[in-house]
């Protein structure tokens, strides 16, 4: 690898998987994110998790001795909720997700609503306070309410854990889909409005601008459909049998985001 990040000025990082595992920080992430940042480049943190508020990223990231501030994150919760204020300012919404999403939403500006019947927009996050009264209710909704407007934060089927995985947004969305047969609309990635959101925040242009994840799915193909270098981490999800059976392909596949350092250094 020789020049690839060249003329990247901004890295937009998924964090689990990319930067760490469950609370484990990998050994390269502190050294890299320096290395960024001496050399006059941006990163922020791209996350599809909606189970967490900006707030608890990052106390997380201070825990594992990371630094980091509001300025330095765009989440699939913030993503939603520029959505939301675009096309469906006013409405009432019956969120499927965490406290922390419920607040990311009301501080938006949005009215929160457990009543079916007082429901005008569903809202599907990472749920890790899922019940089956939430299920029963959504389930109501879509069959009973065809045309009501249906929103996911993040397609992700699993979220990667110490031990292995746990079912994320996608997976329980799958599970309605076969309840209604309907799909919601997806925000985070693996659309490109967080990657776009980033660039317009930051000023960079998508030439200038790098996606790092370890999902193809989610990352590899926001990067992709931003117009971005899409690079692609096996330090996660990932193996090579799923890199080989894929038919969009990254731009660049590394073993690890550490390779991106001696670059960078090569280029000051």
């Known amino acids: 690898m020789a020049g690839e990040f060249r003329n990247i000025k ?12 469950g609370d484990r920080l990998y050994d390269f992430t ?3 994110l320096r290395t960024i ?24 990231l201070a825990k594992l001795g990371i630094a980091a501030t509001e300025e330095d994150f765009i989440t699939s919760s913030q993503a939603t909720a520029r959505y939301l204020q675009t096309n469906h300012a006013g409405q009432r919404l019956y969120v499927c997700g965490t406290t922390s999403l419920k607040e990311e939403l009301s501080r938006a500006g949005f009215a929160l609503t457990e009543s079916v019947e007082d429901t ?3 809202v599907m996050g990472f749920d890790t306070e899922l019940s089956f009264k939430k299920l029963h209710d959504i389930s109501y909704m879509l069959c009973t309410r065809p045309g009501i407007p249906y929103i996911a934060t993040n397609p992700d089927y699993v979220c990667p854990t110490e031990f292995g995985s746990v079912p994320d947004c996608g997976s329980v969305c799958d599970m309605l889909y076969n309840v209604a047969k309907r799909r919601p609309l997806v925000i985070g990635k693996p659309e490109p409005r967080m990657p776009e959101i980033a660039m317009e925040m930051t000023g960079y242009t998508k030439e200038e601008t790098a996606v790092i994840g370890d999902r193809i799915y989610t990352d590899v193909k926001s990067g992709l459909r931003a117009g971005c270098l899409a690079v692609l981490v096996m330090s996660g999800e990932t193996d090579e049998e799923i890199l080989a059976a894929s038919f969009e392909k990254p731009d660049l596949v590394l073993a690890d985001a550490s390779l991106i350092i001696p670059d960078l250094k090569e280029n000051e």
């Open 10 to 21: 901004l890295f937009l990082f998924d964090m689990d998987g990319t930067l760490y595992l």
């Open 30 to 32: 502190p050294e890299l």
């Open 37 to 60: 940042r001496e050399s006059g480049r941006k990163y922020m943190f791209m996350t599809n998790n909606s189970s967490k508020s900006v707030r608890a990223y990052i106390d997380k």
């Open 120 to 122: 005008d927009c569903i």
